[in-house]
């Protein structure tokens, strides 16, 4: 069928295709969850409260009530010039000491960094110092920029992602695809308990798709677990270890994305696929035609089969035509995506250039600008 669909493309009849690798049961664990092993590690948090000029007489001895009946030691002192506020942590053996130092303000309040209590505030105070207890310095990881980590952990993260996937894992079920990808042991995959309830929901999951294999661990974890619904975000441990938590995708919640955008032109990134050819076809099934474009051009391209079903386009089921006509392979794709479809050039976390074919709306590009964007300025700091 695929010497029907483009006119130059007498190497389509000789692909074969590859035959998937086999599966690693070393990482995956029961559920399909791939955990970290968890150490007992004792926290200490203390405070320091530095008292600038004018403090109100009785504030400092108010404060030390309300850290007293928090459980949280205090010292209180007058500020000196060289002080300055900061949230630090130590580690010994299996104690983790965490010290906050920060300042008592002239209005009453008590200042820590980017946080502010006053002594009507002893909930979310309370609050802080069982987060500071349980997550150390870096507290809780959920809800902030960069997903709550260090730029040199993220660092980290990136490039361990960054590593390319050599085994196939097409046509495999998704525990087994996971462990395909082999991540090492400092950075496990763990499905949260809400993943694991929405995996039961699901009656027949689609196996890995073609065109995998040779992109890095984040693009491959990614697409993986979109076709399912899910997605996956790096995170802290209590211990301070880092993991790859899977949750449901929402747009409550931030994950990592699906490529990068592309840091050099298609001209250079992906010549091939702005060559002008002859093509010519007639209803012909879409998922072919994408196949017959990926292996004309040497790029991966990916269909986003979760959001198509959403959107009600039944990828499986299109038939497209062409009449005789000379343009680029992008323009083909362009063509027979719209209206419903649209398509986006990306590379992973390696470079590597590769084609997302997804759902037109505003909305999902917007998301996916400020998601990338939020990211793209974690990774530069």
């Known amino acids: 069928m695929l010497n029907r669909i483009l006119r ?186 809400a993943a694991l309830e929405h995996l039961k929901k699901i009656k027949h999951a689609r196996p890995a798709g073609d065109g995998l294999a040779g992109l890095s661990r984040g693009t491959v974890i990614a697409i993986l677990l979109n076709d399912t619904g899910l997605g996956f975000r790096p995170g802290r441990t209590p211990e301070g270890s880092l993991e790859l938590r899977i949750s449901p995708v929402s747009k409550e919640s931030a994950a990592w994305p699906i490529g990068w955008p592309l840091q050099r032109p298609p001209i250079s990134s992906m010549p091939k696929f702005v060559e002008i050819v002859p093509v010519e076809f007639s209803d012909v099934k879409l998922t072919d035609v994408i196949h017959a474009i990926s292996v004309q051009t040497e790029l991966p391209i990916l269909i986003d089969h979760r959001r198509a079903i959403e959107a009600n386009v039944r990828i499986d089921e299109l038939k497209v035509n062409q009449e005789f006509r000379k343009m680029t392979w992008s323009g083909l794709l362009d063509r027979v995506t719209f209206p419903d479809l649209m398509r986006e050039l990306l590379q992973d976390e390696a470079g590597t250039p590769f084609v997302f074919v997804t759902t037109r709306t505003v909305a999902q590009l917007n998301e996916r600008a400020k998601q990338v964007e939020r990211l793209l300025d974690q990774k530069g700091k």
Do not use: H
């Open 8 to 193: 130059p493309v007498c190497l389509l009849m000789s692909l074969t295709a590859v035959p998937c690798g086999g599966v690693s049961d070393a990482l995956a664990q029961p559920g399909g969850t791939l955990e970290s092993p968890s150490r007992k590690q004792q926290t200490q948090v203390s405070f320091e409260l530095l008292m600038v000029d004018r403090v109100p007489p009785l504030a400092a001895q108010q404060w030390g009530e309300i850290f007293r009946r928090a459980g949280a030691s205090v010292r209180i002192r007058q500020a000196l010039s060289s002080d300055r506020t900061e949230i630090s942590e130590t580690t010994r053996g299996s104690l983790r000491q965490v010290k906050a130092t920060g300042m008592l303000e002239r209005d009453g309040s008590i200042v820590f960094e980017n946080r502010r209590f006053r002594q009507s505030q002893t909930g979310p105070l309370a609050e802080w110092i069982r987060e500071l207890k349980t997550y150390g310095a870096q507290g809780n990881d959920e809800g902030k920029p960069g997903f709550g980590l260090t730029p040199a952990q993220f660092d980290l993260v990136f490039q361990t992602l960054a590593a390319r996937v050599v085994r196939d894992p097409a046509g495999l079920e998704l525990s087994e695809a996971l462990a395909v990808v082999g991540l090492p042991s400092s950075l496990p995959l763990r499905m949260t308990p």
